[in-house]
């Protein structure tokens, strides 16, 4: 079993930069591809980044592309979420995601595990 612990989170202006953290516990992160997602209030969960085992290949959405960078450190088993231009319409909760994959793989079709979210906040 895996433990995701996402942090970082909080209130912020609109235009602050934010970097959250996402640090598994219990086994490595080395055979996992990783991802950033985030739920708005009534709204449906949305994929933001992904990265694979190597680190060497990433996606972002769209709606990320240009303000957000995902990034991982295998040897401290973390990920992160580089956020930075923020707007009002990032208000969340943002959760981590790691899924086990053969190969290096960005975006799985299915996670593992999931973090229990960090509330991101943004006021203009």
């Known amino acids: 079993q895996m433990q995701l612990v996402e942090a970082g989170g909080g209130s912020h202006q609109a235009g602050d930069s934010l970097t959250l953290s996402c640090k598994a516990y219990g086994q490595s992160l080395r055979s996992y591809a990783l991802g950033w997602f985030r739920q708005a209030p009534g709204g449906e969960r949305e994929f933001l980044s992904g990265i694979g085992r190597s680190g060497s290949h990433q996606s972002r959405a769209d709606s990320v592309k240009g303000r957000f960078t995902i990034a991982r450190n295998n040897a401290e088993n973390t990920a992160f979420l580089f956020m930075t231009s923020l707007k009002p319409e990032d208000t969340a909760v943002y959760y981590c995601?790691?899924?086990?994959?053969?190969?290096?793989?960005?975006?799985?079709?299915?996670?593992?595990?999931w973090g229990q979210g960090t509330q991101v906040t943004v006021s203009s």
């Open positions: 995601a790691a899924s086990y994959t053969q190969y290096d793989e960005v975006v799985p079709a299915e996670y593992d595990y």
